[in-house]
């Protein structure tokens, strides 16, 4: 599904679209609590909402969006794109020192209720950009979007969604355990019952 979201704070003017608009490009709208403005999920876009205990880690919300970020650029690194930030503004940018050709990679909107995190980061991998030019991006009218699959040449979503992984285990230094699939867990809490 594809659907642009808005945050607490953000515009509803950046929304360029009418609800009839929306609704013939099949794209859902969705106020939320997290922080930043409107941007948009879809096909192609890594969503990550890391739900973190940061009592467990540190309790500073700017640090942990530097982490993502870090986690992003560490990434990009693997392809030999360099990805930045920028001061005052949240996510991972790619030609941040241009004006004119600085464009957001990656967009990071978080909330948290007593250091419990909520939402998180989307990172286009090989995402269709068109409903960008639905919104203004972040409520930035003067910075571009963009994707990896158009600053590099063979990208594997699959592939970038486990590196990607890793990123974020070695930045908050975790260790993760995977769980079952919810059949077998299911199949397997039929015996209690």
């Not at 996510?91 to 600085?102: L, T």
């Not at 994707?147 to 990607?164: C, I, N, R, Y």
């Amino acid at each position: 599904n594809r659907v642009f979201t808005l945050g607490k704070n953000g515009n509803e003017e950046n929304l360029k679209s009418s609800p009839e608009q929306l609704k013939q490009k099949e794209v859902d709208f969705v106020p939320i609590n997290r922080g930043g403005d409107i941007t948009y999920h879809g096909p192609g876009q890594l969503t990550g909402y890391p739900i973190f205990d940061l009592d467990h880690f540190f309790t500073d919300i700017g640090l942990y969006l530097r982490l993502l970020e870090a986690a992003v650029i560490d990434v990009l690194s693997l392809y030999g794109i360099k990805g930045e930030r920028i001061e005052g503004l949240t996510g991972v940018w790619i030609d941040s020192e241009s004006q004119h050709s600085a464009r957001k990679i990656c967009a990071i909107g978080v909330h948290s209720s007593r250091w419990v995190t909520m939402h998180g980061f989307a990172f286009n991998i090989c995402a269709d950009l068109e409903p960008f030019d639905w919104i203004v991006p972040c409520g930035i009218s003067d910075k571009g979007v963009t994707s990896l699959h158009l600053e590099t040449e063979g990208v594997d979503f699959k592939k970038v969604k486990a590196q990607t992984k890793e990123a974020l285990k070695a930045r908050f230094d975790l260790q993760l355990k995977e769980l079952p699939k919810l059949d077998d867990w299911w199949e397997q809490s039929k015996s209690f019952l």
